[in-house]
């Protein structure tokens, strides 16, 4: 998620209204560089699946699916999954690999869902929510349509690698905005992106009425050691993503039903 680098594989899913940040009009080429690279396939979904550890039967909402590839692992391993995001390019692509049985709806996190209250055990927001200025609407939906005890699990850019990177220095504690491009296919794509000190991101869950349980800074596969020799080291000595399990408090007669 560096934004000096033209590397497009440090991000999964889409969401918000920028109009910056165009996935219909180059979807077919970020989904075929996503789907089996270092930074997407042998550190951010492995580590976003052993956070959500058995899912069999659970009701999941990936929220900013974009083509799928966390929905069709989390269906492989017995999940009733929903897929949303504001691409309708990255959902048709969606569609191809998930089939006609997976329901799928372009939907802006901006915007109230279209989901009753409690529909869900779990959310899966995969590298969204760096694309909100302000989490505090996302966060209401996505905790509302959960039920009570129900799970968030969210990864984002670290703050930390954006502050580091960014030219003059922005002030840490505040919430700045960073560009960038990705180049496919000799196309220079801009893109935007915002960046929260971590107590930022933890007050905004507390007071979207979520309880923290897990911030976690994992290691890649170790199978990405021999796959992706000159670049293992580098992804498995820094900072890159910071990944979050927040949940909805139980209901007061103790009941998650």
Not at 44 to 60: Q, S
């Amino acid at each position: 998620m560096e934004h000096v680098t033209d590397e497009p594989e440090n991000f999964a899913g889409s969401a918000g209204r920028d109009q910056v940040n165009d996935y219909d009009s180059f979807a077919e080429a970020y989904s075929a560089e996503n789907e089996n690279n270092l930074v997407n396939a042998y550190y951010e979904r492995p580590a976003m699946l052993a956070l959500a550890g058995d899912v069999a039967g659970r009701r999941i909402l990936d929220a900013g699916c974009g083509s799928g590839p966390l929905s069709a692992a989390l269906r492989d391993r017995g999940a009733v999954v929903t897929g949303i995001d504001i691409s309708a390019g990255m959902l048709a692509l969606a569609r191809r690999r998930l089939g006609d049985d997976v329901d799928l709806h372009v939907v802006d996190l901006s915007d109230r869902l279209p989901f009753p209250d409690g529909a869900f055990d779990d959310v899966v927001a995969s590298l969204v929510l760096h694309y909100l200025e302000d989490w505090g609407p996302a966060l209401a939906e996505l905790r509302r349509v959960l039920r009570p005890g129900g799970r968030l699990i969210a990864s984002v850019d670290h703050p930390f690698v954006a502050y580091t990177i960014q030219e003059p220095r922005p002030d840490y504690f505040a919430t700045t905005s960073y560009g960038f491009d990705w180049t496919f296919n000799g196309r220079s794509v801009p893109m935007r992106f915002w960046r929260k000190p971590l107590h930022a991101m933890t007050d905004a869950f507390t007071t979207a009425g979520f309880r923290l349980s897990v911030i976690s800074e994992p290691q890649p596969d170790p199978a990405a050691r021999d796959l992706f020799p000159d670049e293992f080291h580098d992804l498995s000595s820094k900072t890159t993503f910071l990944f979050f399990v927040v949940e909805v408090p139980p209901s007061a007669s103790g009941s998650d039903d």
